[in-house]
């Protein structure tokens, strides 16, 4: 039988991937419980198991590598040597080492590389306490398994309960099933205009191709659900380290794993949650001391969770810190002339001010802030997937980033309006209620201004003026009112269409910065149409002058 040996190391550089995330996972649990069993056995059959494959793939160096690795475990494993913060390091290191050998290996190039010979050399000094007088480049040999040809791995071998799916694949599925979408439309459209008797059979089977196609696409976005676990998990690493270099001691708790969304969402939360962990370590974790001064935990406590709440995903980052200085912000804010009297302003509107673009609290410049650029990267991020973000902080007690996403990229349930012979999307979610234009407050200023709503103004704003449409208005308008966050507008058009699910598809680099757009869909009919960025569209009718209707 013929083996494709370069499909099967390419299986080999992901599942080695995975591992790793899994041995880095497992170390930093041992070194917050050294008599942790269970961490250090995972840790072990990490090692062991990437050696196992290598070997069968005739990767020497990289055999060699974890065999020396997998000596100094088992020395560790029998408690002849202890557990260190030191030695923890050390793995650490070996898996960064690991995750550079090991596609180099795949791709052909098994070269030794300074950094990694003088790591393997600290290993062996651990493991043969005997070398620790003068390290030496020669590694052991590993015994090979007798084969005729590389093995393959065990999962392939047989059934499996996972198989591997380019993503590009998932997405042409998806644009498939938009087309037919749009097939079916027409179909309906085409139908509809035969008489009772001539289409009766035909609408019988669409009803049928209907329900066939309603499951199909279920599956599919089903099929993009990936858990939300491998992701939170890259950040034990990354806490642990941060604190340490800072002199801050921090841990990473885990809860709602499981939780799943779509893979294009998990893929856009690496930036805003990157920030988020940044920010929680320099601005809320405490030092060790001050924080055993005032009767806490030395070491900080950052959680990750994740839950569905009402159709979305819920992500929440929290921190046992020091809060957020409310006096330190408005300080700050006057400084960059951002308020001018803060005498009214609630404290989730003073904790919005974070998200400005500038905006920080820090005196000096660090690697971890100063600049006031992450927190308005995760706004944006965030407003991006048609997101909102919000923050609660108590002072002494600790900061909460909860930010709220919809479980596909791909789709949303859509709210149809049209304007003059142009048809646009509103995302559903976003969507409060509507109402008829009081003909009172039809004539604001530049397309804009403020009516009164349940004694409550609303800044509106005119998508014929917004996107000059140029012909003159209908007798009778209607308004949209949308949310975001905790702020309210209203979206003036000309006529209300109703609920439909839309198919979201990217716009072209031409188009990519035009503002209140975030995107496009075909409608039933072949035509196109824009879906409205609600948040960009917020901005622009709060910041536009207003007259009060």
Do not use: W
């Not at 065990?154 to 059934?159: A, E, N, P, Y």
């Not at 900080?300 to 929440?316: E, F, W």
């Not at 300080?331 to 803060?342: Q, V």
């Not at 404290?347 to 308005?376: A, H, Y």
């Amino acid at each position: 039988m013929e083996i494709d040996r370069e499909a099967i190391a390419q299986v080999f550089l992901a599942e080695s991937e995975e591992h790793l995330h899994e041995m880095e996972e497992a170390l930093i649990a041992l070194e917050n419980s050294p008599e942790d069993q269970e961490s250090l056995q995972t840790i072990f059959r990490v090692v062991h198991t990437i050696k196992g494959n290598a070997s069968c793939l005739g990767f020497q160096y990289l055999t060699n590598f974890t065999h020396v690795l997998e000596d100094m475990l088992d020395q560790l494993r029998k408690r002849q040597i202890p557990v260190a913060t030191s030695l923890i390091t050390l793995l650490l290191q070996s898996v960064d080492a690991l995750r550079e050998i090991i596609p180099d290996t795949v791709s052909g190039n098994e070269s030794i590389q300074p950094a990694h010979s003088s790591l393997l050399n600290h290993l062996t000094g651990y493991a043969s306490p005997a070398l620790e007088a003068g390290p030496s480049n020669d590694l052991p040999e590993v015994e090979r398994v007798a084969e005729t040809g590389p093995a393959r791995p065990s999962h392939l071998l047989g059934r499996s309960g996972t198989l591997r799916i380019d993503i590009e694949k998932l997405d042409r599925m998806l644009t498939l099933t938009s087309e037919i979408s749009i097939a079916r439309e027409r179909l309906k459209q085409t139908v509809g205009k035969l008489d009772a008797r001539g289409g009766q059979e035909i609408l019988e089977a669409d009803l049928e191709v209907d329900r066939l196609y309603l499951e199909l696409q279920e599956m599919i976005m089903k099929i993009r659900m990936v858990p939300v676990g491998p992701i939170f998990r890259r950040y034990i690493r990354t806490v642990r380290d941060l604190a340490a270099t800072h002199g801050k001691l921090a841990r990473l708790d885990i809860e709602g794993a499981d939780v799943e969304a779509d893979t294009r969402v998990i893929e856009q939360l690496t930036d805003p949650l990157t920030h988020m962990i940044r920010n929680a370590i320099d601005h809320g974790i405490e030092p060790a001391e001050l924080r055993q001064s005032s009767g806490k935990d030395p070491c900080g406590r950052i959680t990750l969770r994740a839950c569905h709440d009402s159709g979305s995903i819920v992500i929440q980052l929290s921190d046992d810190g020091c809060g957020l200085n409310r006096k330190r912000i408005l300080e700050r804010a006057r400084l960059l002339r951002l308020i001018a009297d803060a005498s009214e302003m609630t404290d989730q509107e003073v904790f919005q001010l974070i998200f400005k673009p500038g905006f920080s609290t820090s005196e000096n410049v660090t690697d971890l802030s100063g600049r006031g650029i992450g927190m308005d990267v995760v706004r944006r991020n965030i407003e991006s997937l048609r997101g909102i973000v919000e923050l609660d902080s108590r002072e002494g007690e600790g900061t909460t980033i909860s930010i709220r996403l919809p479980l596909t990229l791909a789709i949303i349930d859509g709210f149809k309006v049209g304007v003059s012979r142009e048809t646009y999307i509103i995302p559903m979610e976003a969507v409060i209620e509507c109402l008829e234009m009081p003909e009172e407050a039809r004539n604001g200023p530049h397309g804009s201004g403020i009516i009164n709503l349940r004694e409550q103004p609303l800044p509106f704003i005119r998508l014929r003026d917004m996107f000059a449409l140029g012909s003159s208005s209908p007798d009778r308008e209607n308004i949209v009112v949308v949310q975001h966050n905790d702020k309210k507008v209203g979206i003036l058009v000309d006529a209300v269409l109703g609920e439909s699910q839309a198919v979201i598809k990217p716009l072209g680099k031409m188009f990519r910065g035009v503002s209140g757009i975030s995107g496009s869909t075909i409608l039933g009919n072949g035509a196109v149409a824009l879906i409205l960025d609600v948040p960009a569209l917020l901005r622009q009718a709060v910041a536009r002058p207003m007259e009060t209707i």
